[in-house]
């Protein structure tokens, strides 16, 4: 306790943003404001000094070649996995699939897992409130398979009632697949109590971790879930790769999603045998010097903790939450009690669209649209929310700056 006080003591927020080179750039003549890093993180010099070395001392493809810098090239693709275990807490790195990003794994999961134990009269329970990429999968899936797909209902302030979810688990569900914290409402969701309510009904529980693991520490055993998937570059790491943890018991039984090399064990052209997993589920060449920018990434918020990186973005939140709050004709959209990363707003006087493009003039980068979440905005009867979202090298200041352009919007727009 002692020294983690001492540590709390010794980070100097406003030293973070150096190691960021983009937040030195200026936009229309402003300083940037970066408020969009739930949509796309930026990324630490560390990041970017370890996708450039991978190039340019260590690049070859992996697995294949018996040669010096293929060795190294699958070393350094292969200590990802590791890294990526225990920044999770999973019981092996052979349980860590290394794929293009959450979407892909959701992917995966309902496609591989889904097309297993899904029957006609099935039923998957996924929430109102979940991303098209924890949507659509599982409505493919459904359609092939005859199973139902179900969406649990939030609440008005976006906290889940854990009532509502439990009267929609029947002996139909087998599979409940929410996120961690979600995209829009910023609502964290109570993945333990939902990972027990899918096994006492012999379901498993998938988390897409998207907006979760860059937030908050992550123990997938202490979560008790099946499932857990995010992608690289909202945790300040390079796009185009992401991972998928899956309880060792079920990966072995899922077949493969996609066909082709470095997945198989033996090839005839009548048939083929499959390598067991994670390589069952990584067909082809992989993002290898991305998967040594996801490594550098871990590294980095490690270094910082992510218990200190919570604390420090729940002070931004509430901050926030106050400082846009008081802005008259701003309507906060979530505000279930520990929400985390992420507030969205509308405005009486502008849409968000509007919303977004007058703040960027100030500097200010901010999301406006559905995000991604069409049946939620339906559900709020929103055509659209405007948002903005924390990492770690914001402060409060930022939302000084985006409290004073958005009373410009409200000049502008009166
Ligand atoms: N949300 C946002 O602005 P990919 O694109 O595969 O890296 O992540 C998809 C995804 C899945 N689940 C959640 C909860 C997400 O937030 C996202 C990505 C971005 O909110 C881009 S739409």
């Given amino acids: 306790m002692e020294s983690q006080h001492v540590m709390e003591q010794i980070i100097d927020w406003r030293n973070i943003r150096d190691d960021f080179p983009i937040l030195r750039r200026q936009v229309h003549g402003k300083p940037l404001t970066y408020l969009d890093s739930a949509a796309s993180a930026q990324k630490p010099q560390m990041v970017i000094d370890a996708v450039s070395d ?55 999961i309902a496609h591989s897992y889904g097309g297993l134990v899904l029957k006609e009269g099935d039923e998957v329970l996924i929430s109102i409130a979940d991303h098209h990429a924890n949507i659509v999968p599982w409505q493919m899936i459904c359609k092939q398979t005859g199973a139902t797909l179900k969406a649990a209902p939030v609440e008005p302030d976006g906290h889940i009632d854990m009532d509502k979810i439990s009267d929609m688990v029947t002996d139909k569900t087998r599979i409940i697949a929410m996120p961690h914290v979600s995209n829009v409402l910023g609502t964290v969701y109570d993945i333990k109590a939902l990972s027990e309510l899918a096994h006492a009904h012999d379901a498993v529980m998938v988390v897409d971790g998207c907006q979760g693991a860059v937030h908050m520490p992550v123990d997938v055993q202490a979560l008790g879930c099946d499932f857990y998937v995010f992608s690289a570059h909202k945790l300040y790491g390079p796009s185009g790769i992401g991972m998928m943890w899956g309880r060792k018991e079920l990966l ?163």
Avoid: W
């Fill in 54 to 108: 991978a190039y340019s001392q260590h690049y070859s493809n992996v697995h294949r070649g018996i040669h010096q810098l293929s060795e190294e090239a699958t070393d350094r693709f292969e200590a990802t996995r590791a890294k990526i275990a225990h920044f999770i807490n999973a019981p092996s790195a052979d349980e860590i699939v290394l794929t293009q990003g959450a979407t892909m794994s959701l992917n995966i």
């Fill in 252 to 414: 072995v039984d899922m077949p493969p999603f996609i066909g082709g090399g470095s997945m198989i064990d033996r090839v005839t052209i009548e048939q083929s045998t499959y390598a067991d997993p994670p390589e069952r589920f990584e067909a082809g060449t992989p993002p290898i010097a991305e998967a040594i920018g996801f490594a550098a990434a871990i590294d980095y918020v490690d270094a910082i903790g992510m218990d200190q990186i919570r604390n420090h973005e729940h002070d931004l939140i509430t901050y926030a939450h106050q400082k846009l709050s008081a802005i008259d004709g701003v309507r906060l959209i979530g505000t279930a009690p520990g929400k985390s990363g992420v507030i969205s707003f509308v405005m009486d006087c502008a849409h968000p669209h509007d919303i977004s493009t007058i703040v960027d003039r100030a500097g200010v980068a901010i999301r406006a649209g559905h995000h991604c979440a069409q049946p939620l905005h339906d559900y709020l009867d929103l055509p659209a929310t405007a948002r903005a979202s924390v990492g770690i090298y914001n402060t409060r200041q930022d939302f000084d700056i985006l409290a004073e352009a958005l009373e410009k919007v409200k000049v502008i727009f009166a």
